[in-house]
């Protein structure tokens, strides 16, 4: 099994730590992972993405061109990476802020709108949180334990009082994910 | 025993040189590279094994306090990316010149000038040539995971010390800031015995050391300068290390270092679904580099494509390999543009199968 | 009758008045006669010996005349690129605080191509002892015109003398340095007379015992001549220096423990 994924918002809305916990669950599961962000200019505050890969093999090219799964977080991201998931490949976004809806026909697609649940949890912070729990909702390549221990691993040990919360926006986000439409995979 | 992380390449540097028993880094930042410094710094390896750390004024400054450091038969890194690594130059041929150990990383970014901060192989020629005056060469080891950017910490090392000559460890910004898996040796000590020509101060009774590459009588230069190259030929004799993917069968190959190297393993895959045989020679050093490895395998394939981030750097050194007995071409992005795998494998097929 | 005293009777060790330290080597300086290198090299020497520090001790020559200063000094030492000194000498103290480190370097290393390395290392407090040699001029490769040349000063490259609109203007590296917080002790001494070397021969001690205080950088500077740069006899050379080098570079002491003097 490889998953090949790209995580892409705004900087700020965790995208990188998103990929990063992502690849510990792939760790805690004995995969092999590569976590490749977008650096430079576009960190300083603009749009932010990172490539994750999970996988049972050795990993050859860690920057690619297209992705099984596209995780949309902002307008620009969306009109720059819709077109890059892989025929019969998936694309979950967050509703808020966007404009144009996904609108290929040869993907599946699912909608969480993670922001608005956030801000209903009055906790903006775990935004991300509730974004990854739909998409292993759909997609369930890690076990929510091995989500878990992932996070353990890539949050430094004061802010482990932490975890209960993120973990309750994971599965916040395995609750409130719709399907768009789906292809047959 | 072993420890698995999950690090960034240029993370991996500084953890890795740490548990390695370095004695220093002296480094200035640039980006993409300043992990290493801030790695390094946020570790307090002061306190874990007594390493010292120091952010330098300059580049240029902080080679010079690696030089002053090895002349004491120490263990010191430091680090930069392109254009820190040009100003480095200097003290890196003071260094080989004078015959000392050290570990250089450079995380390279698109040039030339202040270029881009984006990932390149454009430096192949000052890495693996010299860089600075007078003729010298560095040991050159290209990672091309973040496990190796562990490993070759420790190699780079031993190799500096076994031929008292500087190695570099080149890589680019893609590698630097990536993150993967990696295990991590167990922390070693730090040496508490030195070379016999460290500056640790004089032994009663025995001579004094003196660190210098200075020598104003021309007989003795020239013999010196035949010393250095006499060594260079033992590193091409006993140090080149390669990696094959997909060689035996091969009708053709693509030849690529570090990130290209990544990116060309799944161009052999595309290509071999495609259903043409390609394979892959890794140089792992850069200098000494795998000529005889390339020679043999131009009398077995029928093209050879050198895929670097650059204009064509490293492809020159493979047409001297090859002696003109087959079909040699480069296909390259520059400017920080990494290529894709699926543009190599139509490059390969436009310049070496069809062309 | 009593007997012929022969030349052994005398040169006994209870007869000897003076003696030429052991840190120094044999082999013969090349400078030119007059120059004040010679003597700095045996006064730093000379304290070696007295502070029985020579296996403690390690040194980093400049490029400039004193480039093979490591050959008349029995003690370890290390030669940098040029004006790289301090950056040397910064990674030697602080991977072996317990050692005796100093650089030994001309204006030119010091104040031009090396300014940034000296006033870092200074500024960082860095624990290791500067001796800077300053005769205004670029001795060794041919009398060129120093970031120290005096104004109107003539060097091979300001010919007709330093214009100070089109060249600039002399920099007091010496003073410059006082400034900062990380200098312990900062002076200014010269060589040319007996009275002189002795005054020289106690900064530099100083200089070297600081490194236990652990407090930050000594710097010794020594206003020296260059008879042959500045194309005069040795004695000329010397009476030039007292009465255009000293109004311009003052000798004494700007910082002494910490505190600057006066």
Redesign the interface.
């Known amino acids: 099994m490889t998953e090949e994924i790209i995580i892409a918002g705004f900087g700020g809305q965790g995208v990188l730590s998103m990929g990063k916990i992502l690849a510990y669950s792939g760790i805690m599961q004995d995969q092999e992972v590569s976590w490749m962000p977008s650096y430079g200019p576009e960190m300083r505050g603009g749009t932010a993405n990172v490539t994750v890969i999970l996988s049972d093999e050795r990993i050859s090219s860690p920057i690619l061109n297209t992705f099984d799964t596209a995780i949309i977080l902002n307008q620009q991201s969306m009109d720059k990476f819709e077109k890059s998931v892989k025929p019969g490949g998936m694309l979950i976004y967050d509703g808020n802020g966007i404009i144009r809806h996904p609108e290929r026909k040869d993907i599946s697609i699912f909608r969480i709108d993670a922001a608005e649940e956030a801000a209903k949890m009055e906790n903006t912070k775990v935004f991300n949180m509730i974004v990854l729990g739909g998409y292993l909702k759909v997609k369930p390549i890690v076990k929510l334990e091995n989500v878990i221990k992932g996070l353990k691993e890539s949050l430094p040990e004061r802010h482990h009082a932490l975890l209960p919360m993120n973990e309750k926006a994971i599965k916040r986000g395995l609750e409130i994910v719709q399907k768009v439409h789906e292809v047959n995979r | 025993m072993k420890e698995l992380k999950l690090l960034k390449g240029n993370e991996a540097i500084s953890e890795a040189a740490i548990r390695a028993g370095a004695d220093a880094y002296f480094g200035y930042p640039i980006t993409p590279q300043s992990e290493i410094l801030e790695y390094l710094m946020a570790e307090k390896p002061h306190e874990r094994t007594g390493m010292v750390v120091l952010q330098a004024e300059s580049e240029v400054a902080a080679i010079n306090m690696v030089y002053g450091g090895a002349a004491c038969g120490r263990k010191i890194l430091t680090s930069s990316s392109s254009p820190g690594i040009s100003l480095k130059q200097e003290g890196l041929s003071y260094i080989a010149g004078s015959e000392l150990p050290c570990l250089v990383v450079n995380v390279v970014r698109g040039g030339p000038g202040l270029g881009t901060i984006q990932p390149s192989q454009s430096d192949y020629f000052q890495a693996t040539k010299g860089g600075g005056h007078g003729d010298y060469r560095l040991i050159v080891l290209a990672p091309s995971s973040v496990q190796e950017m562990a490993d070759f910490v420790k190699l780079g090392f031993d190799l500096a010390f076994k031929y008292r000559n500087p190695a570099m460890i080149l890589t680019d910004g893609a590698i630097g800031q990536m993150m993967e898996k990696v295990w991590l040796e167990e922390q070693q000590p730090r040496m508490t015995e030195f070379p016999e020509w460290a500056t640790t101060g004089k032994k009663p009774g025995k001579e004094r050391r003196i660190v210098t590459s200075l020598d104003l009588d021309s007989a003795m230069q020239e013999k010196f300068n035949r010393k250095l190259q006499e060594k260079y030929r033992k590193m091409e004799e006993n140090e080149v290390r390669f990696e094959e993917i997909d060689c035996e069968d091969a009708e053709y190959l693509l030849v690529a270092y570090g990130t290209s190297a990544r990116i060309c393993q799944k161009s052999v895959k595309i290509a071999r679904e495609k259903g043409i045989k390609v394979g892959l020679l890794r140089p792992i050093t850069l200098f000494p580099f795998p000529k005889n490895k390339i020679k043999e395998m131009a009398g077995k394939v029928k093209g050879i494509l050198s895929v670097e981030m650059s204009a064509g750097q490293m492809v020159e050194d493979i047409r001297i390999s090859v002696e003109g007995k087959v079909k040699v071409d480069h296909f390259g992005r520059m400017g920080g543009i990494i290529h894709s795998s699926e543009e190599i494998v139509t490059a390969l097929e436009q310049k070496i199968i069809g062309g | 009758m009593a007997e012929q005293i022969t030349n052994k009777d005398i040169a006994r060790e209870e007869n000897l008045v003076f003696k030429r330290t052991g840190v120094l080597t044999d082999k013969v300086m090349h400078y030119c006669p007059g120059c004040g290198h010679g003597t700095v090299h045996r006064l730093i020497a000379e304290v070696i010996e007295e502070m029985n520090i ?5 040194g ?1 020559t400049p490029v400039g005349c004193s ?2 200063m ?1 050959n008349y000094l ?8 040029h004006g ?1 000194a301090p ?6 103290k ?3 605080p317990d ?1 005796f480190v100093f650089t030994y370097q001309g204006d030119g290393d010091l104040a031009a191509i090396g300014t ?2 000296t006033i ?1 290392a200074a500024n960082r407090g860095e624990n290791f002892t500067i001796f800077f040699i300053n005769n205004g001029i670029y001795g060794m490769t041919g009398g060129q015109m120093a970031p120290t040349t005096l104004p109107e000063m003539k060097s091979s490259t300001s010919p007709y003398g330093r214009d100070v609109k089109m060249m600039g203007n002399p920099l007091k590296m010496t003073e410059l340095v006082a400034q900062l917080p990380g200098t312990y002790y900062v002076t200014r001494q010269a060589v040319h007379t007996p009275r002189d070397v002795r005054k020289a021969k106690k900064a530099i001690r100083k200089a070297f015992e600081n490194q236990k205080l652990e407090k930050g950088l000594s710097l010794v500077e020594i206003v020296s001549n260059c008879n042959s740069g500045w194309k005069m006899t040795p004695v000329q050379a010397n009476e030039w220096m007292v009465e255009n080098m000293f109004p311009f570079y003052p000798l004494g002491d700007l910082k002494v423990d910490g505190e600057m003097a006066k």
Do not use: F, G, P
């Not at chain 3, 950056?87 to 030697?92: D, F, G, P, Q």
């Open positions: 020579q296996s403690d001790c390690i980093v480039v093979l490591y029995d003690v370890d030492m290390q030669e940098a690129a790289r950056a040397l000498a910064t990674a030697i602080r991977l072996q050692k940034a390395e870092h």
